[in-house]
């Protein structure tokens, strides 16, 4: 009888021991590398699209942040020089500024007695060339994000490629570990290349309502400026 339960037990403890030692984690590297060769490749690539596509957002984010900055004060200040003919003053002021809001209003101030159309359009020359400085490389992230799923895609073909190669060279003996890296790749890759389509997509989109902010800016002080100019005296 006691010979039997050890028996029991002995049999139960194996049993565990089998099944703890079924169970197995896969860590992010591990999961990285069971790709093979061009699984490998192909998440490389993409990791320095997300290197550059991070880059790209924060660089573009500071300098939008910063030329978003404008004194409260300093269209009031203006006008009250321009009212009373410190035109250089004005300039000084929106030297001294140095945002894309002041540089388009000093465009304005050096065109001041010609006609308020040429004035006009000289603030809206000078306010594409800003709109281009702040939307500067902002179209890499879109090509990124577009491009990303698609690079993650290419992985999943080659990975499928690659098990149905195996599949058919088998001959009828299938090798589920050469199998799997091809499955490996094509998994890893599609959802390395939607996470970084993601992120790059979402960076953009933000950047895009940040500029839009600026330029709204830009445009709302540029008419405050031309209507001043506009008022009689």
Do not use: W
């Amino acid at each position: 009888m006691l010979n039997t339960i050890i028996q029991d037990a002995a049999t139960e403890a194996d049993l565990l021991t089998d099944g703890e030692s079924v169970e197995k984690t896969l860590s992010v590297i591990e999961l990285i590398t069971s790709g093979g060769t061009a699984g490998m490749v192909i998440i490389a690539l993409l990791f320095v699209l997300l290197i550059v596509a991070t880059y790209i957002y924060f660089e573009r984010l500071f300098a939008i942040k910063e030329a978003s900055k404008v004194d409260a004060n300093f269209m009031n200040q203006i006008k009250d020089h321009v009212s009373n003919g410190k035109i250089d003053s004005a300039q000084m002021l929106c030297v001294q500024q140095n945002s894309p809001v002041s540089r388009l209003i000093g465009k304005g101030i050096t065109r001041i007695g010609k006609p308020l159309e040429d004035i006009n359009t000289a603030i809206e020359n000078a306010g594409r060339l800003e709109i281009y400085g702040l939307e500067k490389n902002v179209s890499v992230l879109a090509t990124i994000s577009g491009a990303a799923p698609m690079i993650g895609f290419l992985g999943t073909v080659i990975g499928m490629i690659l098990s149905i190669f195996e599949i058919a060279n088998s001959g009828g003996s299938i090798d589920i570990k050469t199998l799997a890296d091809g499955l490996y790749t094509a998994m890893t890759t599609t959802v390395g290349g939607l996470i970084v389509g993601i992120i790059a997509y979402v960076a953009y989109n933000h950047l895009v309502v940040k500029t839009d902010k600026v330029v709204y800016q830009m445009e709302a002080n540029s008419l405050e400026f031309l209507d001043h100019l506009n008022e009689p005296t």
